[in-house]
């Protein structure tokens, strides 16, 4: 999946992580609890947000996990392996730092259908399992002062949505919409100032149509800053709404393809 993000990156190498728990929280999610000693600290594992994007490196066609030892250069290193070998890299928000216990929680989205490697990987976990995992950065950063937010996401990118509400203020305001299939993903966290909108799509509608019908919809009165996550189509098209149909800033919009319709995931 695409991602735009704001913040910098640090200087940090790929880690072989283990799954310690799994729980289901919605019919068709699944948290996995993952655990290494430098998710305890904030130097080797820092936290740069609410949506802080993470690199899972899945075992390659062998079954062995094989990751890269550099920062900068991890991704050529990856594609330099041999071809059984080489690690299958997927992006995922972390849902929790536990620095306690030096644990972080990952949620999936469960595909029955075509499930991807990420998808299926979780599905299958169980306390021990191996996966490389690689702190990257976050995308969300309203600028100073603001307090009227609009905040949109599907199903992929609930863990970030509900993250960012918690970690909002009292005084904040923000709309927050959640496209979701029945069973998907859990609702959203309750929060003083936000209010939650639920959808589900329509029997054969695109992902992200109905989203983006409720928001072209509706008076949104004055934004600060809006935060889009989700299917590729989702985020480019609300965007386009916001800036060309709202007369926002695009430096205040922020969005991020999580991933594209027809690719696994």
């Excluded at 499930?115 to 490389?132: N, T, V, Y």
């Excluded at 702190?135 to 599907?154: H, I, M, Q, W």
């Excluded at 960012?164 to 993903?185: K, T």
Aim: charged share 25%.
């Amino acid at each position: 999946m695409p991602v735009q993000a704001r913040t910098e990156t640090s200087d940090v190498t790929a880690v072989a992580a283990r799954a310690v728990g799994t729980c289901r929280v919605a019919d068709h999610m699944v948290r996995v609890t993952l655990a290494h000693p430098s998710f305890a600290d904030p130097v080797r594992f820092p936290y740069h947000g609410p949506d802080h994007l993470v690199r899972l490196l899945l075992p390659g066609a062998t079954g062995a996990l094989n990751l890269p030892r550099s920062s900068a250069g991890w991704w050529k290193e990856i594609q330099a392996m041999d071809e059984p070998d080489r690690p299958r890299v997927r992006n995922y928000t972390v849902r929790r730092i536990d620095r306690a216990r030096a644990e972080i929680d990952v949620d999936f989205v469960l595909h029955t259908d075509s499930a991807g490697p990420a998808s299926a990987w979780a599905a299958a976990a169980r306390p021990g399992d191996g996966i490389g995992v690689l702190s990257d950065r976050a995308g969300y950063a309203p600028p100073a002062g603001a307090t009227d937010l609009l905040l949109v996401a599907d199903e992929t990118a609930q863990p970030a949505l509900a993250a960012i509400i918690e970690s909002l203020p009292a005084d904040a305001r923000a709309l927050a919409i959640l496209e979701y299939r029945p069973g998907s993903a859990p609702g959203l966290p309750a929060h003083p100032g936000v209010e939650r909108v639920h959808l589900h799509p329509a029997d054969g509608a695109e992902p992200g149509e109905a989203a983006l019908a409720h928001v072209e919809g509706r008076d949104l009165g004055p934004l600060d800053y809006a935060w889009i996550s989700g299917e590729s189509t989702l985020a480019t098209s609300l965007r386009r709404h916001l800036v060309s149909g709202r007369g926002m800033d695009k430096d205040r919009v922020f969005f991020c393809g999580y991933w594209k319709r027809g690719v696994s995931h």
